[in-house]
């Protein structure tokens, strides 16, 4: 007979597995129909870890990643726009943040600077 400990810790690693799978197949938010060029590439690339409203996800969480708080005014009004153009081109790990991946081999630096733009637009109240 199996030890119960065994099976508990099997269960568990299914629960675990199952949260994995669905969190990794949820689809991306639909941008509603009048959403700006900027704000579809928001919702397409950023908002699985920033959060529809740019104050995180379940998924970040889920995966223990703690993205930046986009919806923060006082946060916001302390980067500057070439911050969030070079972290969103080049990725975090130039400057100790691991965990935020490059765009730029996947967007033109317009589109990176129109993402920047509409960024700041989260943190209004």
């Not at 990643?65 to 081109?89: C, E, H, V, W």
Request: hydrophobic share 45%.
């Amino acid at each position: 007979m199996t030890p119960r400990w065994v099976l508990l810790l099997a269960a568990i690693g299914v629960i675990f597995l199952n949260a994995i799978v669905f969190a990794v197949f949820w689809p991306a938010p639909a941008p509603p129909p009048d959403a700006s060029p900027a704000q579809r590439l928001y919702l397409a690339r950023c908002a699985t870890c920033h959060g529809v409203r740019g104050n995180g996800s379940w998924r970040a969480t889920l995966f223990l990643i703690r993205p930046g708080n986009l919806s923060d005014p006082r946060r916001m009004q302390a980067l500057s726009d070439q911050y969030l153009f070079d972290i969103t081109k080049n990725g975090g790990a130039p400057i100790g943040r691991p965990g935020m991946p490059a765009f730029g081999f996947h967007l033109s630096d317009a589109e990176i600077r129109d993402l920047a733009r509409y960024l700041r637009t989260l943190a209004s109240p």
